[in-house]
């Protein structure tokens, strides 16, 4: 880590307006806070030259932070970012040049497995598609035979990633429907075993029994595109394939043709690839398909939430040289 100075009258630039809880709390601290004003993100040179002028960043994910922010912004002491994710940030780079990236999970865990929660049973009911049919007038009586969805009750629940937010999604399927748990995961997550009797599988077995198959990985190397055609090909063709994480994980024309030709069944997106997605998308006109503009960690208390962990985050390190949410724990020598 680099020598940082004790002193306050610290800048921080916040990259968009987001709740004011971030503000005060820096300030009340002692902290000088500038927030970007627009109603979208800055251009990349626009942020570089902002940047410069500070010592601290609170960033967002359209934040582009690459080789080329780090080239001329090296100087910053830390990145507290108002995300969990933080694959707009060159983490590298940034660790190369000692600077902490501070992220904000727990805080929207609830939020964001309440999405995929609520996706997976719009998805299994067709309740995004039926709603829009009722607008087009075409809700003319009861109709014995169409419309008919999934039961999710005992059914599989399959986890790609059992972080924080896949064990909330998997305690919300396990208590509302008694779903059983399996999950792939870089390592095995001993607590989900214990409280879900969550089945550590191969990613292999995890395609092959999930009913549901929810994502709530990382986006790296390791997921980019994975849930691709051939991937899609290894499911069953009645599961549901739920992502809320990012949407980079999954191939959006290989799932359009996986969805076209019954190879699985459903789907339900937080998050898409491109984002924004399209309205004249495919996806959108599906009976079994259910797409949110991103919006898992949208609540009033995950928003503030997220304020307080990314201020907390900067005011921590420069008054204790400690990160309490650190994406680069490597960085840090503890200040005694
Ligand atoms: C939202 O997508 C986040 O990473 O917090």
């Known amino acids: ?10 800048k921080v630039l916040i990259t968009r307006i987001i709740p004011p809880l971030a503000q005060e709390l820096l300030m009340k601290a002692g902290f000088e806070v500038s927030v970007w004003p627009g109603a979208g ?28 922010f ?39 865990s609830d939020a964001t497995a309440d999405v995929a929660f609520g996706l997976m049973i719009a998805v299994s ?4 598609y039926l709603h829009k049919t009722i607008q087009q007038g075409a809700w003319k009586q009861f ?52 409280q879900f009797n969550a089945r550590y599988v191969s990613f292999d077995e995890l395609l092959r029994e999930s009913d549901v198959l929810s994502v709530h990985s990382v986006l790296s190397a390791e997921t980019k595109g994975l849930f691709n055609k051939e991937v899609f090909k290894r499911m069953k063709p009645t599961s549901i394939f ?59 208390e995950a928003r503030n939430g997220m304020a307080r962990v990314a201020a907390e985050n900067i005011i921590a390190f420069y008054q204790r040289g400690h990160v309490p949410y650190c994406v680069n724990p490597g960085v840090l020598v503890e200040r005694k």
């Not at 880590?1 to 610290?10: D, F, H, I, Q, R």
């Open 125 to 128: 009911r067709k309740m995004f």
């Open 70 to 108: 780090f080239s001329q912004c090296g100087h910053l002491d830390i990145i507290a970012q108002f995300a969990v994710g933080f694959d707009n940030i060159d983490v590298g780079e940034a660790t190369r040049l000692g600077i902490p990236i501070g992220n904000t999970p727990d805080v929207l």
């Open 143 to 194: 109709e014995p035979l169409k419309n008919l969805g999934q039961e999710l009750t005992g059914k599989t629940l399959g986890i790609f990633g059992m972080g924080r937010i896949g064990q909330v999604m998997a305690q919300r399927c396990m208590g509302a429907y008694s779903m059983k748990v399996i999950y792939h995961n870089r390592s095995r997550n001993a607590e989900a075993e214990q």
């Open 242 to 300: 739920i992502n809320t994480s990012r949407g980079g994980v999954h191939n959006e024309v290989d799932l359009i043709e996986a969805l076209q030709q019954g190879t699985i069944w459903g789907a339900g997106l937080d998050v898409t690839n491109p984002e924004p997605m399209k309205s004249d998308n495919p996806l959108l006109l599906m009976p079994t398909v259910a797409v949110l503009p991103h919006i898992g960690s949208a609540t009033v």
């Open 41 to 68: 993100p800055m251009t990349q040179p626009d942020l570089i030259e902002r940047a410069k002028q500070v010592n601290a960043l609170i960033s967002l994910g359209a934040d582009k932070l690459d080789k080329t």
């Open 1 to 10: 880590m680099k020598a940082v100075p004790l002193c306050m009258s610290k």
